[in-house]
């Protein structure tokens, strides 16, 4: 699935993922610090990629991880920073959402530290009943 809108391109498929960018970036953002390329890709390899591309330029990423039938989590998601204010991050979520494979999901999950306003806008909220989530967290797992 594809969508090109000014010259900027979403692509949904995994054949188009620069892994080496998406990594260069994950690597230095605050979820994924120090995380191997290896692991990004088998992360890629597991899921549905979404790259946002500026002539042929990979500046943006996300990804959802599913079962195509009842529930998915979206991760990873960026915009180089010498792209944004540009609506390029709702570029990349309007694809997202509108994807065939994500459609008629029970539930999308997301963890966000700063960007609430951009996912708000496409319809998530905090949890409805927080008390029945619970998780395993291991910080720093990818550093040395």
Known sequence: ?????GGIRVSSDPAE????A????LTTSYW?????RE???????GSVPFSLFDDGRQIGFARV??????????????VLESHRGRGLGKQLMASV????DLQGLRRLGLVTRDAHALYQGFGFVGLAR???HMEITRPGMYGP
């Open 32 to 36: 994924a610090e120090g995380i191997s």
């Open 130 to 132: 927080p008390d029945r």
């Open 22 to 25: 998406v990594h260069a970036f």
């Open 97 to 100: 959402m509108s994807h065939p």
């Open 17 to 20: 993922v620069d892994v080496d």
């Open 1 to 5: 699935m594809q969508h090109d809108q």
């Open 39 to 45: 692991l990004v890709a088998r992360a890629i390899t």
């Open 65 to 78: 991880i599913t079962d195509g039938a009842t529930y998915g989590y979206l991760a990873d998601v960026y």
